[in-house]
């Protein structure tokens, strides 16, 4: 199951009321990006792109944290309003490469329980489409692959299996262009002014 657009909105809105920060509008810009992707695709539904594409964070709602800290609780979020979809999105979108993530044994509860879900989940279009989305929206806009990856990278350091993520994004990219039928940056809104925007890397602020 999945809320409405307008009931996803509104969540996303109470989570940014607890959490301020730019992860919102990059919420919504992920969403965006993920319908007018699958607007051009046979057989998936723009709606639910969209309405999973402003979900995928929500887990941030509670403060600060850790990716296995926000795809935990954005998680048990959605389950216990029982849009179960919009869960597995939550679970999937920050590990591209699903099981070669977990090729150790994770030392907290929370990893443990992603890295189950994780083993058990073969990764759909869906969760496919987010984690691209992932990568191609920020909280001013939308840019090409290589530029988010160097924000991101500028913001956390290289970490272990950067490059093998980055080589499955690329793939993704050319798998739903492939369906498409023309560029994925071709039906994001002006990706050519914001992709050469230079905002500083956002730093959390200090209390």
Known sequence: ??????????????????????????????????????????????????????????????????????????????????????????????????????????????EKAIKEYILNTEADDYDKLIQICDSLATDYGFVILEKRFVDVTRRYGIMEDYIKGWDVSFKIKESFEEKMGCSIYDVLPDIGRTTLLSPKPWTPPTK
């Open 1 to 110: 199951m999945l809320p409405s657009a307008q009931v996803a909105l509104e969540e996303l809105n109470i989570a940014g009321r607890m959490n301020p920060g730019p992860w919102v509008k990059h919420s919504e810009n992920v969403g965006i990006a993920a319908r007018n992707i699958a607007e051009k695709i046979p057989g998936m539904d723009p709606d639910k792109a969209y309405v999973v594409g402003l979900l995928h964070d929500i887990g941030r709602r509670v403060g600060i944290v850790d990716i296995p800290t926000h795809v935990y609780e954005g998680y048990k979020h959605c389950m216990a309003r029982g849009w179960d979809e919009a869960a597995r999105v939550c679970m999937t979108h920050s590990y591209r490469l699903m099981k070669e993530e977990f090729d150790y044994e994770p030392s907290t509860e929370q």
